[in-house]
């Protein structure tokens, strides 16, 4: 789920306000880079020790040459532009996914509304169509979230919880052998039918209501259809690989060209430079760069496995459990 941290922070003015989030390890930057820092400093200190105990005279010669190479050239990688206008793609996209989530309330409530009374026929016709909902909703998780495809990996799973009918399962095994395009509008097509029915019946009492009940259910559609077209346009692969592989190319240059190599000056005894044992200033680059970069791989699939990707299973078990208690028990309650 989410990592939330608004209630820890409800005075932006308080002075040190944000450093006791600093310290929180699930979702943080430090959860995201630390291995990917531990072996940059394992290899940094490989090259460091080999340089001070391992070569000759000529060698750490030659080996000062390629890290002043490294080290000028380095700046030339257009590191912050590149990684930049990624990050920030990335973040929109998750962002506008969230948003194209729907929820069921507002339909509920124009059912709820619609479709009044207490007899039978009204009440699973109310209830009928908030599952239809749902079911939609889910179908489309499915194939976009591993998560809710663990929950719900067959047809079975979802007649087992409740939200679809075995002859329901039927029907959606009949067309998968006839076409294996995801079919998350079908039990909006039924919620449909059911709506004409009630109108028909004259459960609901004019076409206005009608028309409404259906625009609903067509920007849930919208939303829903929206999801899976994110799921199928990625950000375009040559992107990524591109803003891969100018970090690393990046760090790869600086693991050379940020090698702390003192010179030794025999006249007074003593280095002409601080000899540094820790690259303090390497390591806080690496954290900043790569921590930035973990901001896109993160949240580039938001309905994947990380700590800060949308908790899908538990909207799931709420709308399910909000729709039935509008149409159903909250039904004319007051």
Known sequence: MTISYSAEVPNGSNFGCFWRILWKWRGSVYKAIWRELLAYLCVYYTLNLTYRYGLSEEGRRVFERIRNYCGQQRENVPLSFVLGFYVSLVVKRWWEQYRLLPWPDTLALFVSAAIQGHDETGRLMRRN???????????????????????????????????MLESERKIFEIMDSKSPMSKYWMPLVWATNIINRARKEELIPSDHIVQTLLMELSDIRRRLGGLIGYDTVCVPLVYTQVVTLVLYSYFTAAIMGSQMIPTYDEKTNSYMELDVYFPLFTALQFVFYVGWLKVAEVLINPFGEDDDDIELNWLIDRHIKASYMIVDEMHDEH
Do not use: C, E, N
Request: proline fraction near 3%; aromatic fraction near 12%; glycine fraction near 2%.
């Open 129 to 163: 169509i908030m599952r239809y909902m749902v079911l939609a909703y889910v179908i489309t998780l499915q194939k976009i979230s591993l998560r809710v495809k663990r929950r719900f990996p067959t047809w079975q799973h979802l007649v087992d919880a409740g939200l």
